[in-house]
């Protein structure tokens, strides 16, 4: 099982931007697939972006060319760059790491606490 802790979320203004941290407690597999995903108020958990097993990174239509996902293996770390942000943006964000043969949908794998992202209207 691995333990993934989230950081970085907090208030920020239309238009802003803002670099989510989660760091993995050891080394992800080869076979591994990571995500992050969020949760707004009242609303299903959805994908936001991910990186394959294959290292291919896919992004949901919400954040494409928007948010950037990236990884810093030796610090057993992922990010999520999240660029000019909007209100609907407004969710607890969560990362995820799950095995590689499984979709980026459904509830799998290990998930972190999360972390709270405001973007005010």
């Known amino acids: 099982q691995v333990q993934l802790v989230e950081s970085g979320g907090g208030l920020v203004q239309a238009g802003g931007s803002l670099r989510l941290s989660c760091v993995y407690s050891r080394a992800i597999f080869s076979n591994n697939a990571l995500g992050w995903y969020r949760q707004a108020p009242g609303k299903q958990r959805e994908f936001v972006a991910g990186?394959?097993?294959?290292?291919?990174?896919i992004f949901a239509d919400s954040v494409k060319g928007r948010f950037i996902m990236s990884m810093d293996n030796a610090k057993n770390t992922m990010y999520l760059q999240m660029n000019s942000l909007r209100p609907e943006d407004t969710a607890v964000y969560y990362c995820?790491?799950?095995?590689?043969?499984?979709?980026?949908?459904?509830?799998?794998?290990?998930w972190g606490q999360g972390t709270q992202v405001t973007v005010p209207s």
């Open positions: 990186i394959s097993s294959g290292g291919s990174r």
């Open positions: 995820n790491a799950r095995p590689g043969y499984l979709p980026f949908t459904g509830d799998y794998g290990s």
